[in-house]
């Protein structure tokens, strides 16, 4: 594309979600060039999230129809609108749902003790560009939805410049892509929120890629024993890969709750206890499994509309705390390049995770029956060649 067009509408794929629980239509959209503090991205690479497809399900409150899903992708800049500073055509980014501005004076951005930067959170909510309007648009004119402040069920899109992340032009984006949501999120979960210290134990519910990244994670910093819980038993070969010391599968044990087991197995708990399954009656035997006196549970997975977390009020003055993470406390252009250079120097692997790849917009729907199906952690769909 030349100098002259960058400032131009593009025409390019999209696969749009025009209502809940459809399957989406791949179309050809309009996508508006960046306005000011905007970036328009070439999408290379997207990896289907359980939240694209809670979205479509129609569950989520906050979902908006029509509009182009996806949040965990690895992209090219197209160009720039007025203002931005911070990347230029031809970096390769990672557009991330958790932004960071930076600014001085967010307290937010300022603090150690959290990511989540409020900057453009209202209009990224309403399914709209910080300027409450959106850059997507059939051929006949008809707005789309944003959604997560990503969109990349898309060959192209426009995002926020305090969304995007920099990372190296040498990483392969249909795999570090996998950094913008579930695998960060639960990598994180331990190395960040939690802060597991080796020796610890610790016990995480749902096999998925975020609950296994939560196994690898805690195997890293060296914990000496990890319970790995999940109903699907086909998923206890890779958490034993990647460090899982004990596989429970409840239904296994029907005359205990799977809480009871743990503390039995531990004799008091384990000392960190994560979620990773969105269920509220798991939330609460991850708590429940916690040790006496300091155990802390995680919560990581998104509970449906509505649902509430219980348990007796004994569980926390008895000393365990409760507590939840979001893109597993990392700032976002700050430390997702350094996942992703982990990762270059061979340090933080993470390609078991893609057990199912495709080509083309128009495979996004077969991808996500893949999700739908027992033996997939993360599928990948390609746009174009890096």
Not at 140 to 168: Q, R
Not at 356 to 362: D, I, L, N
Request: charge should be negative; aromatic fraction near 8%.
């Amino acid at each position: 594309m030349s100098d002259s067009d960058k400032g131009k509408v593009i025409e390019c794929k999209a696969a749009v979600a025009w209502e809940a629980n459809k399957p989406l239509v791949t179309e050809t959209i309009r996508v508006d060039p960046p306005k000011e503090g905007e970036v328009r991205l070439k999408v290379v690479a997207n990896a289907l999230c359980h939240t694209d497809v809670y979205t479509l399900s129609g569950q989520d409150p906050e979902g908006l129809f029509p509009c182009i899903l996806g949040h965990e992708a690895g992209a090219m800049v197209e160009s720039v609108g007025p203002g931005v500073t911070s990347v230029q055509p031809g970096m390769y980014v990672i557009p991330c749902y958790t932004p960071q501005c930076k600014d001085a004076a967010c307290i937010f951005c300022q603090s150690p003790k959290t990511n989540l930067c409020p900057k453009i959170r209202a209009t990224q909510g309403r399914g709209v560009m910080p300027d409450g309007t959106s850059r997507f648009s059939t051929l006949d004119g008809k707005p789309i939805y944003h959604f997560m402040g990503c969109s990349t069920f898309a060959e192209y899109t426009v995002v926020a410049e305090i969304s995007c992340a920099v990372v190296s032009e040498k990483a392969p984006l249909d795999k570090v892509c996998l950094f913008g949501c579930g695998v960060s999120t639960g990598l994180g979960a331990v190395l960040k929120t939690c802060a597991v210290e080796e020796g610890a134990s610790v016990a995480v519910f749902g096999l998925g890629a975020v609950g296994l990244a939560v196994v690898q994670a805690a195997k890293i910093r060296k914990a000496r024993r990890i319970f790995a819980v999940d109903t699907n038993p086909k998923k206890f070969e890779m958490a034993v890969q990647l460090g899982a010391t004990d596989c429970l599968n409840p239904n296994d044990i029907p005359d205990k709750p799977i809480q009871q087991v743990i503390v039995e197995a531990t004799t008091w708990g384990v000392d960190y206890s994560f979620d990773a399954t969105g269920n509220v009656e798991v939330m609460r035997a991850a708590l429940e499994c916690a040790h006496r006196g300091w155990g802390v549970s995680c919560v990581i997975g998104v509970a449906a509309s509505g649902k509430l977390i219980q348990t007796r009020p004994f569980q926390l003055i008895t000393g365990r705390s409760w507590k939840g993470t979001a893109f597993g406390g990392w700032k976002s252009r700050t430390d997702v390049p350094d996942l992703v250079d982990q990762y270059m120097d061979g340090k933080l692997p993470i390609d078991h995770y893609v057990t199912h790849s495709f080509e083309g917009v128009s495979a996004i729907n077969d991808a996500i029956h893949a999700l739908h199906e027992g033996d997939c952690l993360r599928a990948v769909v390609s746009y174009f060649k890096q």
